[in-house]
């Protein structure tokens, strides 16, 4: 748990790791054990089925973050200089495609549905010598099974994405937090049945296909910017992550320093940080510049490494303000 590439992680970062893999075996597990739970009831209701595939789709964030971490983990090599960081994007991706291929296929299939009015039926089931409408079965398992995404390790992994820097930690937080919509469309939809109103049941359908493709392009177009090298942002890529900001502010600080920009990658958890300086003076000493690289790496734990490089005049693209 200590070690990222090159990157010894701190005390709080170790602690949020070993709770991060912990929570995602529990959902690995939870999952699971909801998946066999709505095999017994899914019976003919498309809003069902289109459910229990999306609970089939949710455990491939979790698979993805823990295979990832395996190789996240080990040293660079001169074979991968920059260390095998990139494997959390690239899970990222998987899931995210994954999660749009699968919603566009499903929402096919609801459209048709609706389009050729199939009307669905939903039987009834003996339990303990007691005839049950099936629906009333499905609508308890649904009731239930939103508990724990939306209660327990939804909340929990929100809260350990910003202190991992982990997109797909957060992305699956994400995704469980709004669980509850296709638990509500899926209760819609079998009531619906109930009541005769069978065009209800495709809608429900429907609208849970099309969270499943809005939750596919997210993730997919997140992990292929990330992966493309956009400038480094927050955990939730909301907006440009504040540290370059403090390693503009840090270069600027040091009296041989006229001027100062950065580009700053995120490589999945941790960043590969260039920071270019303009000196007040022709001549640069090799300690003044790994003094410099020094409080560059001391600024936060995701500093995986800093390259100082003095220059004439400030590259174009640079960040020089740290801000939008």
Known sequence: MKQFGRTELPDEQQKALRTAIRWEWFTIAY????????????????AMRTAWIEDMLSLIP?????????FVRRRPTLTHPYGLHRAMGIGHLVAGVALLAV??????????????????????????????WLGWLMVAVMAVVIVGPVFLYGPAKSKLAPVLHNKLLYADADMAK????TTVASIVGVLGV???LWWLDGAAALFISLGIIWDGFRNTKTAVIDLMDQRAR????????????????????RPWVADAGV???DQGQVFHIEAFVVPQRKKVSLSDVSDL????????????????????????????????
Not at 62 to 70: D, E, T
Not at 235 to 251: E, F, K, N
Request: glycine share 8%.
């Open 31 to 46: 999952t699971s054990a909801t998946i066999a739970v709505i095999a017994l009831v899914v019976g003919n209701s498309q």
């Open 178 to 181: 709004a669980d509850w919509q």
């Open 62 to 70: 979790q698979f993805a973050f823990l295979i990832a971490l395996i």
């Open 194 to 196: 109930g009541a005769g």
């Open 103 to 132: 919603g566009l296929n499903l929402a096919r299939e609801s459209v048709v549905g609706l389009v050729t009015a199939e009307h669905p039926t939903i039987g009834t089931v003996q339990v303990f010598g007691q005839t049950i």
């Open 293 to 324: 690289a020094a409080r560059i790496t001391d600024l936060d734990w995701k500093v995986q490494d800093v390259v100082v490089v003095p220059v004439e005049e400030l590259p174009d693209g640079v960040d020089t303000s740290g801000r939008e």
């Open 234 to 253: 927050t955990y939730d890529s909301r907006h440009p992550h504040p540290l370059a900001g403090d390693v503009i502010s840090t270069m600027r600080s």
């Open 263 to 265: 580009r700053m990658r």
